[in-house]
């Protein structure tokens, strides 16, 4: 009974660390790169006791961990560890496919990237969880626009937004609005742009994420930065960077503050 108990616990805090570095990757690098570190150990350590597809799942955590830090050959080899591990569970297994297909995406292997989601769609379809689906699709867009397909990256998006349920998580929601902001800003379709920010408006309030709360104030500096309202895009830039601040290691914050360089300087001059 002792035994049993300790198998339970361990499993229980392996369980935890994975959960809680998951749920800072956008708030805190340092703590999301230290928790997922301590339930790999915790892990291999008790790998004889625990489910495999705890281990598994740890082992993804970790690589999505160095993804998300940039540290891409480190990650590299934490998803291969946890691929060549036996997984029977499916949700354990499309996680995997998923943070592979967007390790493959950042460092270049689109196609290969855009046939791990395709294959996660296929595995999801009988289960009829929309909003898992959507999720995925989400990823999908964004692999097709890396890949140059601007096309099927709208039409991505757009299922995406059409499979979401009121009880989707708001910041997936506003994650996958932004991107189908960004190709209409690229398109120049202004109009769509600003139609998109207002239907989003409602999500922003509940987004558990700096992170994206911070884009949720960079799409709309862009949209004025396009609309030629420099002084409210400047303000918008201003706000989304005080928010991407609160994590100095976020590796989109250059880009943020390049384009804030390039806005015009204010006019100063007597009114």
């Known amino acids: ?87 029977s569970d499916q949700a354990t297994k499309i996680n995997l496919l998923e943070i592979t297909a967007n390790l493959y995406r950042i460092t270049g292997r689109s196609e290969a990237a855009i046939r791990l989601l395709t294959e996660v769609i296929e595995m999801q379809r009988p289960g009829g969880d929309s909003n898992s689906m959507a999720r995925t699709y989400n990823l999908l867009g964004i692999t097709y626009l890396r890949n140059g397909d601007r096309r099927r990256a709208l039409r991505s998006y757009r299922t995406a937004l059409d499979l979401f349920t009121a009880d989707a998580a708001p910041d997936v929601v506003a994650s996958t609005g932004h991107n189908i902001v960004e190709i209409l800003l690229e398109e120049k379709r202004l109009g769509a742009a600003a139609s998109i920010l207002v239907i989003l408006e409602p999500f922003y309030s509940r987004l558990t994420s700096t992170r994206l709360a911070a884009k949720a104030e960079w799409a709309r500096a862009r949209l004025c930065r396009e609309l030629k309202h420099f002084s409210a895009a400047r303000m918008a830039y201003e706000r989304a960077y005080e928010l991407m601040s609160s994590d100095p290691l976020s590796p989109e914050i250059a880009e943020l503050a390049k384009e804030m360089a390039e806005l015009p300087p204010p006019d100063l001059s007597p009114a």
Do not use: C
């Open 1 to 87: 009974m002792d035994l049993n108990r300790k198998r339970v616990a361990s499993a229980v805090r392996v369980r935890e660390l994975i959960d809680a570095a998951f749920a800072t990757r956008y708030q805190d690098l340092r703590t999301m790169l230290r928790l997922s570190s301590r339930a790999v150990a915790l892990a291999e350590e008790k790998r004889h006791e625990l489910p495999a597809e705890l281990v598994v799942a740890a082992w993804t955590q970790y690589g999505n961990a160095f993804r998300i830090a940039g540290r891409y050959d480190e990650a590299e080899k934490a998803l291969q560890r946890a691929a060549a591990l036996p997984v």
